[in-house]
């Protein structure tokens, strides 16, 4: 069992930024897969960001590259979003998840999820 814990979320204005945090009490953390994801209210979850477990691969969905980065430090066991020039189209509930083997942008695939953190951005 892998807790995951996010935070960081906020109220922010167009064009500012923001940096999530996920953070787990496991020493396994290094093993994992990491993943952003978002959901807004009434949509599907969707994908936002992925990296390997030691830090050398990432994945960006289309409508955040550039814009936002992906990061971890095995050390802290603690995975970090980095969020700038935010849109209002970025609110949404913002959840970590981590996933054992092969990585995918597949949110069902994930085993373990946080408890998600709200990012709200105003226009």
């Known amino acids: 069992q892998v807790q995951l814990v996010e935070s960081g979320g906020g109220l922010v204005q167009a064009g500012g930024s923001l940096r999530l945090s996920c953070t787990t009490p496991?020493?396994?953390?290094?093993?994992?897969?990491m993943a952003w994801f978002r959901q807004a209210p009434g949509k599907e979850r969707d994908f936002v960001a992925r990296?390997?477990?030691?830090?050398?691969?990432?994945d960006y969905a289309d409508s955040v590259k550039g814009r936002f980065t992906i990061s971890r430090d095995n050390a802290k066991r603690s995975l970090y979003l980095q969020m700038n020039s935010l849109k209002p189209e970025d609110t949404a509930v913002y959840y970590c998840?981590?996933?054992?083997?092969?990585?995918?942008?597949?949110?069902?695939?994930?085993?373990?999820w946080g408890q998600g953190t709200q990012v709200t951005i105003s226009s």
């Open positions: 998840a981590a996933r054992r083997v092969i990585p995918t942008n597949t949110p069902n695939a994930y085993s373990y």
């Open positions: 496991g020493r396994t953390f290094s093993t994992y897969n």
């Open positions: 990296i390997s477990p030691n830090g050398g691969n990432t």
